[in-house]
């Protein structure tokens, strides 16, 4: 997730593993670089304090964006987020490329998994106007018995009930990442055939993927697979 900080006094208001959105940085903001999974700013370039931090903690980063705020969760938030959604999916608006974009398991906290409901959502619309992108659901994997989060899941074969989330009750663990890949792999499989007595690299399609418009330059075809945050 994502927090706008927009004062010094706010600092302490900042969480582990969030990607910080601000107008700037200076050196009072030190403690945040450690906590954050990557930096957003409107003012500066490369030699900006918040690039050569980003690049001292080893995060990425993207400064100089020239765009207005807007707060999550809002409406004005909800179209801007839909339109840039749409803008990824169209980049693979090719013939014979076929998009998977994993959707947001529940989230522990409400506030976020209010806002994951409305990302999901989003993915969800946006795919359905797309023929060529496929939407990989993974939220029924992670819902626990309870209905909603759960750090402990059952596996899919019911075999075991394993630690599925991380302890910031965000990201999922190794375990359960095997559980996504084999969702993936599953889709995939379903779309192309693939021929093992050749490199691995190498697949062939089994029908058409899409509808896609024509374009001019074309890649090979190409299974593209997307994670939503």
């Known amino acids: 997730m994502a ?10 208001t900042f969480e582990q593993g969030e990607i ?7 050196p009072t903001w030190y403690p945040l670089f450690s906590k954050a999974r990557g930096i957003v700013t409107e003012i500066g370039g490369w030699l900006s304090h918040a690039a050569i931090v980003a690049r001292e903690y080893d995060l990425p980063a993207i400064v100089g964006v020239d765009g207005e705020r807007v707060v999550i969760g809002t409406p004005e938030w909800q179209t801007a987020y ?3 959604v749409a803008t990824m999916m169209d980049i693979a608006a090719f013939p014979d490329v076929q998009m998977l974009w994993i959707n947001l398991p529940p989230m522990r906290d409400d506030r976020r998994d209010n806002i994951r409901i409305e990302i999901n959502a989003a993915l969800a619309a946006e795919a359905e106007r797309r023929p060529w992108v496929g939407v990989v659901d993974i939220v029924d994997l992670f819902t626990g018995s309870g209905g909603g989060y759960d750090q402990f899941i059952d596996e899919p074969d019911d075999s075991a009930t394993r630690k599925a989330r991380a302890n910031d009750g965000i990201h999922i663990t190794r375990q359960a990442s ?3 890949a084999d969702m993936v792999w599953e889709a995939v499989s379903s779309q192309w055939q693939f021929d093992h007595r050749t490199p691995a690299t190498t697949v062939t399609t089994s029908a058409p993927l899409s509808t896609a418009p024509p374009a001019s330059t074309q890649p090979s075809s190409t299974t593209t697979v997307t994670e939503g945050s």
């Open 3 to 12: 927090r706008v900080i927009t004062r010094a006094d706010q600092i302490d």
């Open 20 to 26: 910080l959105i601000a107008r700037m940085t200076d």
């Open 82 to 84: 839909r339109e840039r």
């Open 178 to 180: 095997r559980w996504v």
